[in-house]
């Protein structure tokens, strides 16, 4: 059974930062580019990040300059570090991986307060 567990969302200040973690088992990691998704309350789903097996990226225009997509491939993991949040970032957060069939984590909350 193919899992992505996620971590690390939470409530925080505009301004603040929060680091999300992404693992999965290391079969899956290492054939997939990963990405982060987000969805806001009445909102479509966002593509927020992604990161190549070779560690290119591609940002939302939102957050280029603030969010920033890594992978450590001796964790099998991705994360997605997030400076001067805004409250606009308040959603679900989704870590998925661009394969066929493509696989989703079950989410984590992410709250900014103005």
């Known amino acids: 059974q193919v899992q992505l567990m996620e971590s690390g969302g939470g409530l925080v200040q505009a301004g603040g930062s929060l680091r999300l973690s992404c693992a999965t088992s290391?079969?899956?990691?290492?054939?997939?580019?990963m990405g982060w998704s987000r969805q806001a309350p009445g909102k479509q789903r966002e593509l927020v990040a992604r990161?190549?097996?070779?560690?290119?990226?591609n940002y939302a225009e939102s957050v280029k300059g603030r969010f920033t997509i890594s992978r450590d491939n001796a964790k099998n993991t991705v994360y997605l570090q997030m400076n001067s949040l805004k409250s606009e970032d308040t959603a679900v957060y989704y870590c998925?991986?661009?394969?066929?069939?493509?696989?989703w984590g079950q989410g984590t909350q992410v709250t900014v307060s103005s």
């Open positions: 990161i190549a097996r070779d560690g290119s990226t």
């Open positions: 998925y991986t661009q394969t066929t069939p493509q696989y």
């Open positions: 290391q079969w899956l990691f290492s054939i997939s580019a």
